[in-house]
């Protein structure tokens, strides 16, 4: 009597040459992809220094910002530390890896460049801090001029940002002004960006309920 092979064992035997067949391609496309990396970094290792002049560097003017001395020492701190960076160089390269910035300005003006993306980083997050400051001791039309300054003069990319933007214009139910929130949110590569806006969006349907 002749014995069939179990369908089961036939199933098994399928499975296992498919997956065999899919861990060697993907094995190949991951060496592949590797390699291209590998060949950009050293392409871009070898890029001459190009002009940088014409980067989208930080313009402002502080003037907007509340600048007089407040009872609490740490928010005091805080308008110092904005002081200072104000007088530095500032460009948000934030969308860019290292190896795109030195492939389109040249290896040699990456170390510069990373100073510049750093002290941008320290401000806006000094900006937030200021105006998380201000917002919790009740300083809430200050902290509404930080956030303002910090969104629509220096495209700050920090989350909470936006959030306590809007929750300020909630509170005194400026619908208006939380659409053109949204609409800045938009423009920016902020992360989880359409998880804000509908969240933003929600402020919005509430205060026409």
Same mark, same amino acid.
Not at 25 to 52: A, V
Not at 72 to 78: E, G, H, K, R
């Given at each position: ?17 498919? %997956? ?20 950009? =970094? ?9 002009? /940088?002049?014409? +980067? ?5 003017? #502080? ?11 740490? /928010? ?28 389109? $300005? ?9 100073? $510049? ?9 000094? %900006? ?12 809430? *039309? ?31 139910? +400026? ?5 053109? #929130? ?14 804000? /806006? =509908?969240?933003?969006?929600? $402020?919005?349907?509430?205060? *026409?309920?």
């Amino acid at each position: 009597m002749r014995m069939g092979i179990p369908v089961a064992s036939v199933l098994i035997l399928i499975f296992i040459l498919w %997956l065999h067949y899919e861990m060697k391609k993907n094995s190949k496309i991951s060496k592949d992809t590797l390699e291209l990396f590998w060949q950009k =970094e050293r392409d871009s290792n070898q890029t001459r220094r190009k002009d /940088i002049s014409q +980067l989208n560097f930080l313009s402002f003017t #502080l003037e907007s910002l509340p600048m007089e001395d407040c009872e609490d020492d740490t /928010i005091n701190s805080y308008r110092d530390t904005i002081r200072k960076y104000a007088a530095r160089k500032m460009v948000n390269l934030s969308g860019q890896t290292n190896t795109d910035l030195k492939l389109e $300005y040249g290896v040699a003006n990456f170390n510069l460049l990373s100073e $510049y993306d750093t002290n941008y980083i320290a401000f806006v997050s000094m %900006l937030q801090k200021w105006a998380q400051r201000l917002y919790d001791h009740g300083h809430l *039309k200050e902290s509404q001029a930080v956030l303002e300054f910090s969104i629509f003069q220096c495209s700050t990319d920090v989350t909470q940002a936006y959030q306590l933007l809007a929750g300020l214009y909630h509170k005194q139910e +400026l619908p208006l002004k939380t659409a053109t #929130l949204i609409e800045r949110i938009r423009q920016t590569q902020i992360r989880e960006k359409e998880r804000l /806006i =509908e969240e933003l969006e929600a $402020y919005t349907l509430s205060n *026409k309920m």
